[in-house]
């Protein structure tokens, strides 16, 4: 590669530029390379430590492809002469690291801080880059574009996943005791958690939804909200429920963009249809009992499970009246999945109950 020209010219166009003297802009050319050496090999860790996950913890060979391209890419500019600049034992940020680095709390949370750190190397491989060689920086500029895809296309994919592995959904009650409930149905196993709260000042809700998401995502979970599209964009969670008489699901689509999940409750065959056409990530099945927590809302049955057991292509869940007695009837007609309010939120023992319910639920289906 040319040497940086930036330094060789004293007058340009009749007007005169600071000029190094020759050993200066050597003694600059080898900072420029060290900085270019040290971030390309952030960037490819950090694709690296992502890339893993798409294959192992995703089993998505298009994601871990992307991540391959795009280390592929970033080694092309390294160069031999950038590695020569390498000094390991005379750079004083080898040592230096944020205690959050020390700890990651999830999944999530270590993909995000990897994905910030390969942003971020390439930002600076963009700068510095351009002092390098003429196509470096626009190169680096686009290989951070199609960083920031990866990052959305694996953030929707990890939630998907994870929506389509839990089997048990507590939608949550105003409660005293709202934050230990969910904790408590956490460590139990709880895996997607919806916050429904019909009555509070939404100063209150936005409080209590920043804490259960933050709470969920350090279990790993999932965390949705109840009718309101602005709250769950304003608290970062990973979804709506909207039911017959709320926002429609284009229009909470265009908001959310395509990575966030978006549930509809059903009551009917048509319900059904229209939610799955329209592109519902889930759907609630219900009331399959009538219940105190949905007053005036007539059942819908068994024989609605049973329906959605046969024709439903999203995840669904059962919803109405379900508790720790009745679930094995639920699941002989046909359910996979349910979600509870007064089950757990009113359970003495919620840990016990979460785990009581999802064994249930993981029991083997009876031949139809
Ligand atoms: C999982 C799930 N299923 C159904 C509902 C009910 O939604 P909706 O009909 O909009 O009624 P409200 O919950 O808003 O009173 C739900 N929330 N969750
Ligand atoms: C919020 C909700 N939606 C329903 C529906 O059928 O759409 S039933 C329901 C309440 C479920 O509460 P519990 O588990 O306490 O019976
Ligand atoms: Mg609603």
Redesign the pocket.
């Known amino acids: 590669m040319k040497e940086a020209g930036y330094y060789d010219e004293s007058i340009t166009n009749g007007v005169v530029v600071m000029v190094e003297p020759y050993s200066q802009q050597k003694q600059i050319q080898q900072v420029v390379y060290r900085i270019l050496d040290a971030n390309l090999d952030r960037a490819r860790e950090g694709l690296r430590i992502i890339e893993e996950w798409c294959r192992f913890g995703l089993n998505s060979g298009q994601l871990a492809g992307e991540c391959k391209y795009l280390r592929q890419e970033v080694a092309v500019w390294h160069t031999e002469e950038l590695r020569a600049a390498r000094d390991t034992a005379g750079d004083p940020g080898t040592d230096l690291s944020h205690p959050q680095e020390e700890q990651r709390s999830s999944i999530k949370a270590l993909l995000q801080a990897n994905f910030c750190r390969v942003e971020e190397a390439l930002r600076v491989l963009e700068e510095y880059g351009k002092l390098y060689h003429p196509k470096m920086g626009q190169a680096c500029k686009q290989m951070r574009y199609r960083v920031y895809s990866l990052e959305t296309n694996l953030m929707g994919h990890q939630r998907h996943q994870l929506l389509w592995r839990s089997r048990l959904?507590l939608?949550t009650s105003p409660s005293e005791n709202l934050l230990p409930t969910v904790e408590a149905a956490l460590k139990g196993g709880l895996t997607l958690l919806?916050y429904?709260d019909?009555d509070t000042d939404d100063s209150v809700r936005l409080e209590l939804a920043t804490k259960l998401r933050q709470l969920c995502h350090s279990y790993g979970a999932l965390f949705i909200i109840?009718?309101r599209v602005d709250l769950a964009l304003a608290v970062d969670a990973d979804g709506v429920?909207?039911?017959?008489?709320?926002m429609p699901i284009a229009t909470a689509r265009q908001l959310l963009g395509p990575q966030r999940l978006i549930?509809r409750?059903t009551t009917n065959a048509d319900e059904m249809q229209k939610a799955i056409a329209e592109g519902a990530d889930y759907i609630?099945v219900?009331p399959v009992y009538e219940t105190p927590t949905?007053v005036g809302k007539a059942a819908a049955g068994l024989g609605y499970v049973s329906y959605a057991a046969k024709n439903s292509s999203v995840p669904w869940?059962a919803?109405g009246g379900i508790d720790a007695n009745n679930i094995n009837d639920v699941i002989d007609a046909g359910a996979e999945r349910v979600?509870v309010v007064r089950s757990l939120m009113q359970a003495e023992q919620p840990t016990l109950v979460t785990q009581y319910l999802i064994s249930q639920l993981h029991r083997i289906q009876p031949e139809s």
């Not at 429920?241 to 709320?246: A, S, V």
């Open positions: 959904y939608v919806q429904r019909k109840n009718d429920h909207l039911g017959q008489q709320d549930g409750s609630g219900g949905k869940f919803i979600a």
